[in-house]
T-cell receptor, first 113, second 115 residues
Framework: EAGVAQSPRYKIIEKRQSVAFWCNPISGHATLYWYQQILGQGPKLLIQ????????DSQLPKDRFSAERLKGVDSTLKIQPAKLEDSAVYLC???????????FGPGTRLTVL | AQSVTQPDIHITVSEGASLELRCNYS??????LFWYVQSPGQGLQLLLKYFSGDTLVQGIKGFEAEFKRSQSSFNLRKPSVHWSDAAEYFC?????????????FGTGTRLTVIP
């Protein structure tokens, strides 16, 4: 079984530029999550999708972050414009049923200069 | 509100020695508890989870954890550490809120294993 795929693995941008991350969850997993992991901290949930609908985006900085999950499969997370404090690893996770294990992708490491 | 505290930022143990990583949580109802491990440049891998039942849970790679409700703790243990166990370990509590099921993570404990 293929795991959660994310791309790119690394990204370096200047502040005020835009960036997008892509996630392909495990096949059949209805729930998809995006987390932000700042260096030295645990992952923090940004947004949760159930199929193609948003369940929880209370921690998403909506003035600059956006996410979508078209057709309930792949998802894209965008930052526009980026700030220095957005430097972090962005993790995507998916799960088949609500309270079971979340399977994590390898993450995208973003550096904002 | 849910929260997780991992009081030890960094732990160093000798290979073959026993290990205990501490985790304390705050949650108003019965928690779902998890331990994840993260190797450098990798995503998080589940070691074990507690939903209900036996308070001593066994996981992968020889790890176990014990849920103690009276102490709001879910400490991770391993009787004999291997050099490959060097990694970052995260405790997490699962919360059910308005249909969502989110994980709240602690800040992690970095484990160094010396020969």
């Amino acid at each position: 079984e293929a795991g959660v795929a994310q791309s790119p693995r690394y990204k370096i941008i200047e502040k005020r530029q835009s960036v997008a991350f892509w996630c392909n969850p495990i096949s059949g997993h209805a729930t998809l999550y995006w987390y932000q992991q700042i260096l030295g901290q645990g992952p923090k949930l940004l947004i949760q999708f159930q199929n193609n609908g948003v369940v929880d985006d209370s921690q998403l900085p909506k003035d600059r972050f956006s996410a979508e999950r078209l057709k309930g499969v792949d998802s894209t997370l965008k930052i526009q414009p980026a700030k220095l404090e957005d430097s972090a690893v962005y993790l995507c996770a998916s799960t088949q049923h609500g309270y079971n294990e979340q399977f994590f992708g390898p993450g995208t490491r973003l550096t904002v200069l | 509100a849910q929260s997780v505290t991992q009081p030890d930022i960094h732990i160093t143990v000798s290979e073959g020695a026993s290990l205990e990583l501490r985790c304390n949580y705050s949650y108003g109802a019965t928690p779902y508890l998890f331990w994840y491990v993260q190797s450098p440049g990798q995503g998080l891998q589940l070691l074990l989870k507690y939903f209900s039942g036996d308070t001593l849970v066994q996981g992968i790679k020889g790890f176990e954890a014990e849920f103690k409700r009276s102490q709001s703790s879910f400490n991770l243990r391993k009787p004999s550490v291997h050099w490959s166990d060097a990694a970052e370990y995260f405790c997490a509590v699962g919360a059910i809120q308005t249909g969502a099921n989110n994980l709240f993570f602690g800040t992690g404990t970095r484990l160094t294993v010396i020969p």
